[in-house]
């Protein structure tokens, strides 16, 4: 047999440490064969023994590399020139990527087969390995970041005497079978890399500056840390109806906890870039990177009904009560304008979902008892969207954007149009609406 280095053939005379980066390179890659008792030149020199040196690799295999890669490595005992050499077969892992335990998920601890070597792999090609694996679903994939630590979670936990150990951890999703953190472990330990940026404006423009700042650590602790920011700037107006006075803050306590809940639980976590929250004169906006999950509509969520993009986190959340159930925040919301007035606004793009909560405390001009209906607001965005995409629209175009009936189309129209917002144009099938100039 002659024996030559390839893509998918290694050759090393004794076992030694290096034995671990060529057998991860080939579980990450193709596969491989490992032979040891032969010379970088293909010269046979073979093992005295044999089921010894098999042994030392098994166990260098199970203690040294993680996830378990036993399973995709078989040994066998070949005669060779009246040599006896250890040819190790490796199969590409299910689990990638494969690295050495004490270096983790970074450059110098996973390697790939790059012609007839060994190298380490790039932080794209690790995260690479990592989704075709794990999936698309940011919070199931393993976090690059695996030196984290949970001082506010356990605080969390302790304060309503749940257990948080390691079993925990696994139930949850925050760590994996073999002890590996995810990404949400991540976001909930004190290294969390996402961030919320939060910013005070003098009036109702953002020209202006009264204060700035960006929160940072698990997302306890900026849940806890944002809403104390915000609380300390809502403020309470009195007013009185003969001898009684009435005291009102800016923005009702329960929507600006569930906008923010829904700032952290729904987001798309995927992409880099900060959360904003925005506090005007006249309103609060809490911007969240991500839009609408595939398939879903305002019109569902405005009925309750979550599609949620972070199940896991949601979960967590739900666990700790910090969540009743799945899809009633926006409801909250509503019912915690009714009665006021005004109402919430909901703004969304691809990539963007963006709750505004005006203050009860400033009336504008745009107040108008006669649309206060939080479904009303939401469909006449998406109208205005619509019309922006297409310059413009037919009925029949809205009735299948809002999957309303045409009798709530004409309505929904017929108000727009009233409130100055579309134009008619045509008549009879001709007729199409655009935004009024």
């Known amino acids: 047999m002659i024996f030559q280095e390839s893509e998918t053939v290694e050759l090393k005379s004794i076992v030694g440490d290096d034995i671990k980066k060529e057998i991860i390179a080939f579980a990450n890659c193709d596969g491989g064969k490992l032979y040891i008792g032969v010379q970088d030149d293909g010269t046979v020199i073979g093992v005295d023994d044999p089921d010894g040196a098999a042994l030392q690799v098994s166990n260098m ?6 996830p378990d890669l036993t399973m995709f490595l078989h040994y066998q005992t070949l005669n060779e020139d009246g040599k006896q050499i250890i040819a190790i077969d490796v199969q590409q892992g299910t689990e990638r990527p494969y690295y050495i335990a004490k270096k983790g998920l970074r450059p110098e601890g996973v390697f790939v087969r790059q012609g007839y070597s060994s190298v380490p792999a790039t932080n794209t090609a690790i995260r690479r390995m990592i989704k075709e694996t794990d999936g698309d679903h940011f919070e199931d994939m393993r976090s690059l970041e695996q030196d984290l630590t949970f001082e506010a979670a356990r605080k969390e936990f302790s304060e309503r005497n749940i257990p948080f150990g390691e079993p925990q951890m696994k139930t949850l ?8 953190y995810t990404n949400l472990g991540l976001l909930l330990s004190d290294q969390c890399v996402h961030t919320i940026k939060v910013a005070a404006f003098e009036g109702t423009t953002q020209q202006e500056f009264k204060d700035r700042k960006e929160f940072s650590g698990s997302l306890f602790r900026q849940m806890d840390e944002v809403y104390d920011y915000i609380d300390f700037r809502n403020q309470t107006h009195s007013t009185f109806q003969k001898l009684r006075r009435i005291d009102q803050r800016d923005y009702p306590e329960m929507a600006v906890r569930e906008a923010l809940l829904n700032l952290l639980v729904h987001r798309e ?7 904003f929250i925005s506090l005007y004169e006249d309103r609060i906006e ?7 999950v595939s398939g879903v509509t305002l019109n569902d969520i405005m009925m309750g009904i979550s599609v949620c993009r972070n199940i896991k986190l949601a979960n967590v ?7 009743e159930a799945y899809g009633t925040g926006m409801l909250k919301i509503q019912e915690a304008y009714s009665g006021t007035g005004k109402s919430p606004k909901i703004e969304t793009s ?10 009860l405390n400033v009336h504008t001009e745009q107040d108008d008892p006669s649309t206060n209906k939080l479904v009303g607001s939401v469909q006449e ?4 969207d619509l019309a922006k995409k297409q310059d ?10 809002l999957e309303i009936s045409q009798t709530a189309c004409g309505r929904l129209l017929k108000r727009m149009m009233e409130s100055g917002q579309i134009v008619q144009e045509g008549k009879g099938r001709n007729t199409h609406y655009r935004l009024s100039e």
């Open 61 to 66: 295999v199970r203690d040294a590399i993680k």
């Open 173 to 180: 999703g925050i760590m994996t079978h073999d002890g590996v």
């Open 269 to 275: 976590y995927s992409f880099r870039a900060s959360t």
């Open 286 to 292: 809490f911007t969240s990177i991500g839009g609408l």
């Open 317 to 323: 959340f739900y666990r700790l009560e910090l969540i």
């Open 350 to 359: 691809d990539n963007v979902f963006k709750i505004i909560l005006p203050n």
């Open 381 to 384: 965005n998406l109208v205005i």
């Open 392 to 401: 413009t629209f037919t009925r029949k175009d809205l009735e299948k954007t």
